[in-house]
């Protein structure tokens, strides 16, 4: 028996509830062919003792649609150790797109030079084949294009017939491989939606033999964090589809102490049956657009009516005054993470509160100027969490890791800003940190958070586990040496202690070097 690559007494964590266990592992072509304690010959043999080899990692929630498409190389992600990415996250996928969901989109691809239009997930698809990825990508139907393209930006109920629009281009996107529905429900047009609404399309996905995942930004992570919850668990109950909260957290300093609410809540609907997952990302700060956080009714309409409401009178005065109810405190907790406008980059880095006091200006001022010379894109991080909830979120049971981020490289277009470092630290950070130093969870089961779990709830067919016949997304890392090296300002420093990566069969890291290869697959 001969393999293309012999990866030899590894310490082997299969992505199940196994024991590690000392093996060998044989390759050929983009499979497993061996799993077991015999040696054979092959083209490349790789020595892995004292290493750990495991299936590569699943990155459950990313937002790469865009990003993949400008440069396919998907560096950040793979010196993670991450081999596949579910994108489509929060309410916004790459499909399907017309209507005022694809005016809403077109800075999006003009900032990474997308000349491509389309309209369904098998354009999209087949756009993304011919430029080729260095991971796998699967994706979920983001409800804010099924919204956005046949209601548009307004704030009301969707009609009936409008529901039965929404409903045809779901049919369609998961016939096309979409692996359930996604929402954004503190993002425009999703906020506009009722649970009547996300219920009727929720359902679909038990339609013609889905088993899709009703994935879900919720209204609140705050103030009505309880609430939100309840309305995600009952979308899914009477649907009788699997429920993933994404990003779980409990946000506002004022909102902590309901930590044990959410995690009896989380029980009780486990011990009841309700298939329930979630996932975060290892830090104690969010990340997403300034603009999040104007008032509903500032976004009604679209961009540029939110543009002109920031401008105008009447509006901007309304605008103004909700801005206010912010403290210093929370002003202090808000980065600028990335802006259009060269003139403007300098503030990159640097808090609302400190840029507020080097320009004269009081921060409500300062973010009402910036969204409108930057057109609404302006990044941000928000630190609002606790760090000893982060701790209990990441215990829960089913809870996976999911970066929040997109596949970025080291230089070229997707090289900009101070993004959140969790989109190039997130995985090393959470074995190394949170699992090897404070001893969290115990490896295998941590392992399994990455890997096996993520597969199974998202039909990742073949994928998740060290098994022959299945797919050869391996990792090999250095459990002493994993760590994140990446910071809020130096948001692309490197990770350590992924040694080998093997997408598809093929290496993309190799002795700890990217090797350049794009041996990504769509995963539909």
Not at 85 to 106: D, F, Q, W
Not at 131 to 155: K, P
Not at 157 to 167: G, H, N, S, Y
Not at 484 to 512: C, H, M, T
Request: negative net charge; hydrophobic residues 35%; charged residues 25%.
């Amino acid at each position: 028996m001969s393999f293309d690559y012999f990866i030899k007494d590894g310490i082997v964590i299969d992505g199940s509830v196994s024991d590690p266990a000392e093996a060998n592992i044989g390759i050929k072509g983009d499979r497993i062919a061996y799993v077991g304690s015999e040696v054979f010959d092959a083209d490349k043999v790789i020595d892995a003792r004292d290493l750990f080899v495991s299936p590569g990692f699943i990155d459950t929630h990313g937002h790469s649609e865009f990003t993949l498409l400008a440069d396919g190389r998907a560096e950040t992600k793979l010196l993670q150790g991450v081999t596949t990415e579910i994108n489509g996250n929060c309410g916004l996928s790459a499909a399907p797109l017309s209507g005022e969901a694809l005016e809403a989109r077109e800075d999006d691809l003009g900032e990474y030079g997308i000349r491509e239009r389309w309209h369904t997930f098998s354009e999209y698809f087949h756009l993304l084949e011919e430029r080729r990825t260095g991971l796998n990508f699967a994706t979920l139907c983001g409800h804010g294009n099924l919204r956005g393209s046949v209601v548009g930006y307004r704030d009301r109920e969707a009609t009936e017939d409008e529901i039965i629009r929404m409903e045809v281009l779901l049919r369609r996107s998961l016939k096309e491989g979409a692996k359930g529905l996604s929402t954004g429900l503190i993002y425009p047009p999703g906020m506009y939606a009722g649970t009547r609404e996300l219920g009727r399309l929720a359902s679909l996905l038990r339609e013609d033999g889905h088993d899709g995942v009703y994935a879900t930004h919720m209204r609140s992570e705050g103030d009505d964090l309880l609430g939100s919850v309840r309305e995600a668990l009952k979308i899914g109950r009477e649907g009788g589809v699997k429920v993933h909260i994404s990003h779980l957290k409990t946000a506002g300093e004022k909102n902590w102490g309901k930590i044990e609410g959410l995690i009896g809540l989380i029980g009780e609907s486990l011990s009841a049956g309700v298939p329930l997952t979630c996932d975060r990302y290892p830090y104690v700060a969010s990340g997403t657009g300034l603009d999040s956080l104007l008032p509903g009714w500032a976004h009604d309409g679209g961009a540029e009516e939110t543009l002109r409401k920031l401008r105008e009178g009447g509006a901007a005065e309304r605008i103004r005054g909700f801005l206010k109810s912010y403290d210093d405190n929370y002003w202090r907790g808000i980065i600028i993470a990335s802006l259009g406008r060269e003139e403007n980059r300098w503030m990159e880095g640097k808090s609302v509160s400190l840029i507020s006091e080097m320009r004269g200006v009081a921060p409500v001022d300062l973010v009402m100027g910036l969204l409108i010379e930057e057109r609404l894109r302006v990044g941000a991080v928000f630190f609002s969490m606790s760090e000893e909830n982060l701790r209990k979120i990441l215990c829960l049971p089913n809870a996976m890791i999911g970066s929040d981020s997109s596949v970025r490289s080291f230089s070229g277009i997707t090289r900009h800003g101070k993004p959140h470092p969790r989109g190039v630290g997130s995985f090393p950070r959470f074995l190394g940190r949170y699992v090897r130093d404070d001893a969290l969870l115990p490896l295998p089961e941590a392992i399994r958070r990455l890997t096996g779990l993520p597969a199974g709830t998202f039909g990742l067919y073949l994928r998740g586990l060290i098994r022959e016949g299945y797919f050869a997304d391996v990792a090999v890392f250095d459990y002493n040496v994993i760590s994140d090296n990446a910071s809020y300002q130096d948001p692309f420093s490197r990770p350590e202690g992924v040694v080998y990566l093997f997408v598809n069969g093929i290496p993309v890291v190799y002795e700890s070097g990217l090797t350049g290869s794009l041996p990504g697959r769509i995963l539909h």
